[in-house]
């Protein structure tokens, strides 16, 4: 049987009465990769979250809104000025259910920095306005195509899914990883130091990437990597094997 992957989704308030959304190369690359998505809305509450994480042998937090500073002890910047309070709760119970249990994670953009925020963590509310000498991060023109290098460190996933030291990815962010969560080492950098890669120290399966590999993998089939790797590893969490 394929596994059932969760994705979550922002919310688009302007639409009608508002909708759920998620961008359909996450969607592509699940499906090319062997799985099966599902899309999880963002909840009112979360007492129904224990039913998701049921039904799920993986999930990805997808890319998005600003994570209120508030889970790291701070207050906005001018620059936040995109926040989902039902998102922040139901992404924070979503991960804590899947973690405790074991279900292999992986973060994209956003979903690195929910995970860094999750386990401890803070961050760079902005870091245009917070990194000394930090460069370019957020290119919107097109996200099929490169934008900087990141360096990657060996003997590390996003080493063994690459197979390289330096890798040119896309970027669209503002915020980034500043103090790392409990459990997590970081695995690749910018020239500028800002946080490009994360993964768990202990024995689950979590792995956080601040570029958007399902958007380069429309035209460079190697950044379907990335999801192939979380899906075998959700395949072999499934059938009792994986201790990553």
Avoid: W
């Avoid at 224990?50 to 600003?66: A, C, P, S, V």
């Avoid at 023109?141 to 899914?161: A, F, P, Q, R, W």
């Avoid at 080492?185 to 490009?196: C, L, P, R």
């Avoid at 399966?205 to 379907?224: C, I, N, S």
């Amino acid at each position: 049987m394929k596994p059932i992957i969760g994705l979550t989704s922002t919310f688009d308030s302007t639409v009608r009465r508002g909708i759920f959304m998620i961008n359909r190369e996450y969607i592509n690359a699940i499906v090319e990769s062997g799985g099966i998505p599902i899309v999880i809305p963002n909840l009112e509450n979360t007492e129904d979250i224990d039913e998701y994480i049921d039904m799920l042998d993986g999930i990805i937090f997808t890319g998005g809104e600003d994570i209120a500073p508030q889970y790291f002890n701070e207050e906005p910047v001018r620059e936040v000025t995109e926040i989902s309070t039902n998102r922040d709760l139901t992404e924070l119970a979503l991960f804590k259910g899947a973690y405790d249990k074991g279900i292999p994670i992986f973060g994209v953009c956003r979903g690195l920095q929910l995970i860094n925020v999750a386990l401890g963590g803070s961050l760079y509310q902005d870091i245009y306005s917070q990194v000394a000498g930090v460069h370019g991060h957020t290119c919107q023109i097109n996200l099929k195509e490169g934008y900087h290098l990141i360096n990657i460190s060996e003997g590390t996933v996003i080493y063994d899914i690459f197979d390289t030291e330096k890798l040119l990815v896309n970027s669209l962010h503002h915020q980034a990883i500043r103090d790392l969560g409990h459990n997590l080492k970081v695995t690749a950098t910018a020239s500028d130091g800002i946080i490009e890669a994360i993964e768990t120290t202990n024995n689950n399966f979590v792995l956080g990437l601040q570029f958007h590999p399902e958007t380069m993998a429309m035209k460079y089939k190697e950044f379907l990597r990335p999801f192939k790797y979380f899906i075998e590893q959700c395949n072999e969490k499934a059938a009792g094997l994986g201790q990553f």
